[in-house]
Each structure stands twice: as C-alpha cells, then as structure tokens.
C-alpha cells in the first residue's frame, strides 16, 4: 500500500468494534494526495504526501504560473 513520500506514515491495522463488542479487523489508511512539489535541486516532481505534512509545510508545492491569452 501507498506510503506519504516525506515522513513515511503508512497504513495501519486496527478493529472495528460493533455495538455488541465483536471485533473485526480494518485498515486505518493515511490521507494521500498526490501533488506536485519543488524540490531542493528547483525540479518539479510529482509525490504522495499525506495531508499533515501539506498543512504543516513539510514540502513546497508547484503552483503554475500559466497566464491565458485573450
């Protein structure tokens, strides 16, 4: 399964749990976007990073500059 690309974090294993208390196995999966970033070296680079390292500011994302002619 897919891993954020900055601090590693990956899906973890964990129980659902009924009213009735069975328990059932799950994955707790990170929130992944896949996102174009600025690397050190100034190269625009496509990663999977999960959302608190984008709100943290963890990496610097590519925002284009494209302006349309009218």
């Keep these: ?3 954020c690309q900055v601090c590693g ?3 973890v ?3 659902n749990v009924s009213h009735s208390n069975r328990r059932t196995n799950r994955w707790f999966k990170p929130n992944l976007q896949k ?3 600025i690397t050190d070296e100034g190269k625009i680079k496509r ?3 999960c959302t608190d390292c984008l709100s943290a500011g963890k ?3 590519y925002v284009s500059t ?3 002619a009218q």
């Design 1 to 3: 399964m897919a891993k």
């Design 47 to 49: 990663m999977w990073v």
């Design 66 to 68: 494209k302006v349309e």
């Design 13 to 15: 294993t964990g129980k």
């Design 35 to 37: 996102v174009r970033v």
């Design 59 to 61: 990496v610097k994302r």
């Design 9 to 11: 974090k990956g899906p």
